[in-house]
């Protein structure tokens, strides 16, 4: 296993997720844009009921993708090199965060009872968590 122990190396890892990261919580909030313009129809109470389930996802999604940004900036301030194992994980890592509006939307325009919503949201955010836990491991050897 090859380490690399550049600092822009490591520096453009952490960039790049970075970028990533701030794409996924924006795109987290298109449908909410897209339902913005209902506002010509419906009094401002009226839209946020009628889309008060894509509210909620946002929300709840924006919070676990800032919650898992958190911990993947509190593992990268430790890591002084890494190898292309840790890349690897990191976009595993990466993926996962990157599906999250798409899961968010899906349970927010689907039926809460149906379990398959619920396991592909839920499976979601334990991958990353799961890619996160394999990152820390990796860099810490």
Known sequence: MTRFR?????????NFSDATVAIAITILLLPLVDVAVEIEKETLGE??????GTI???AATFA????????????????????????????????????????ANVLAHSDLADP??????VGTMMLSSIALLGLAIHLRR
């Open 47 to 52: 839209l946020l009921s009628s889309n008060i």
């Open 56 to 58: 909620i996802a946002f």
């Open 116 to 121: 398959s919503v619920n396991a592909l949201y």
């Open 64 to 103: 676990v993708i800032a919650r898992l940004w958190t911990a993947h900036h509190r593992i990268f301030e430790a890591a002084t090199d890494y190898d292309n194992g840790a890349i690897w994980i990191n976009f595993l890592w990466l993926a996962s965060i990157v599906v999250m509006p798409f899961t």
């Open 6 to 14: 550049t600092e822009r190396g490591l520096d453009r890892l952490v």
